[in-house]
């Protein structure tokens, strides 16, 4: 018989103690992704062409500047939760596990930070 | 088999490709000289290459994501159909992949 109580096995937040909020939010930001990255591959066909002057007019649209900030977000919060599954699944040992887990969500942050920073320098500029 | 353990290899092929995305943000960022280098790299064949890669990773990501989303749904989830789909995913990621570089290429003209 267990001592927990129907609550707590209720819950069932699991090993992590995070329960299905990785896996949710990684479908969630699935979903958003996919219409994201069909208009950026429209929009790269329709720059395909473009000069600097033609693709900082493009950005500096309030429309594409919003778009391309939801793109940046949703992609590297993504990419951090797809990254995270693959480095727990592959590399052995807490120590290696955690550092390469730590340093991977740093860069993918800095990257991501960055991506915002230009996109907003470039639609306010 | 063979097509899941792919979508994993594509997903961390598009997490490096993104550096590129974000290179290219930040050249614009940057300015008109620097962005002109960054373009230059790209259409370089290597850079040709790379891109080339990125997209067929993406159509491909995007394609068995949605497949996926099918099953997280309880949708498609038996093996006749999965092996169907899986097909599918394989072909549509190559003819968007190709149909997207055909419109590049009827944009620019080289």
């Given at each position: 018989m267990s001592l927990r109580s129907p609550l707590a096995r209720a819950r069932g937040l699991g090993a992590a103690h995070n329960g299905t909020h990785h896996w949710w939010v990684q479908r969630l930001t699935s979903i958003a992704l996919a219409p994201l990255m069909l208009w950026l591959a429209y929009s790269f066909v329709s720059l395909a062409t473009a000069d600097y002057a033609t693709v900082s007019a493009w950005l500096h649209s309030p429309i594409n500047a919003t778009l391309m900030l939801a793109l940046i977000v949703t992609m590297f919060h993504h990419m951090q939760l797809g990254l995270q599954v693959v480095i727990e699944d592959y590399i052995h040992g807490a120590a290696r596990k955690f550092v390469t887990l730590i340093a991977m969500k740093f860069v993918v942050a800095l990257l991501g930070i960055g991506a915002a920073f230009s996109v907003l320098k470039v639609a306010f500029g | 088999m063979l097509l899941s353990i792919t979508h994993r290899i594509t997903g961390v092929g598009l997490a490096v490709g993104g550096v590129l995305i974000v290179w290219w943000l930040m050249a614009l960022a940057v300015g008109p000289a620097y962005f002109a280098v960054v373009q230059k790299l790209l259409a370089h064949w290597v850079g040709r290459l790379l891109l080339l890669g990125w997209t067929w990773s993406m159509f491909y990501h995007l394609l068995n994501g949605i497949r996926h989303l099918c099953w997280d749904a309880g949708?498609?989830?038996?093996i006749p159909t999965a092996r169907n789909s899986g097909l599918l995913v394989l072909v549509g990621s190559i003819v968007l992949t190709v149909g997207f570089w055909m419109a590049i290429y009827a944009v620019r003209g080289v």
């Open positions: - | 949708w498609g989830f038996d």
